[in-house]
C-alpha cells in the first residue's frame, strides 16, 4: 500500500510542479494545463495491476485518490484496521504533500484537501482519509 501511495504522491507533485502557480483552485490549476492532468491520470492507470485499480480525482481543491479493487478480490475484516493505521502513520508526508499544493497554486496553507480511499469493487468505501497542510 505505502508503495503505490508514494508512486501517486510523487506523479502529482511532478505534474503540478510542472504548471506553475497562480492564485486558483487546484481544479482549475490542473485544467490549465491538460496535458499534465492527462499525464497524472495515465500515470495513475498505470499503477493499477491485477487486484486494483487507481484513479484520482481533483474538485476544488480537494484530491483523492481512489485504490478499487476489482471483481474477485476482497480485504478481510482485519485488515481494514491495518489499513487505516498505514495511512495514519502516513500523516505527515500527506499533510506535507498538502501543503506543497497549497504553496504551487499561491493559496494559504490548509487550503487544498488531500485524500486516499480504498473501496470495494462495488464502489462501497473500505477506508477513507484526508489529510491538509497545518
Known amino acids: ?16 510542479t510542472a504548471c506553475g502557480g497562480s492564485k486558483k483552485t487546484l481544479e482549475e490549476y490542473m485544467k490549465a494545463d491538460q496535458a499534465a492532468m492527462q499525464e497524472l491520470e ?5 499503477m493499477g495491476d491485477e487486484s486494483t485499480d487507481m484513479a484520482v480525482e ?19 475484516e482485519e485488515n481494514i484496521a ?9 500523516e505527515s508526508a500527506f499533510a506535507a504533500i498538502a501543503g506543497a499544493l497549497d504553496d504551487e497554486i499561491g493559496a494559504d496553507k490548509g487550503t487544498v484537501s488531500f485524500g486516499i480511499k480504498y473501496c470495494n469493487p462495488d464502489g462501497s468505501v473500505l477506508v477513507e482519509k484526508s489529510y491538509k497542510a497545518q
Do not use: F, R
Open 1 to 16: 500500500m505505502k508503495t503505490i501511495v508514494c508512486a501517486a504522491l510523487l506523479t502529482l507533485a511532478m505534474s503540478v
Open 42 to 46: 495515465n500515470q495513475m492507470e498505470a
Open 58 to 76: 481533483i474538485t476544488g481543491n480537494n484530491v483523492v485518490y481512489t485504490a478499487t479493487l476489482k471483481e474477485g478480490y476482497e480485504v478481510p
Open 82 to 90: 491495518l489499513m487505516e493505521e498505514s495511512l495514519d502513520s502516513l
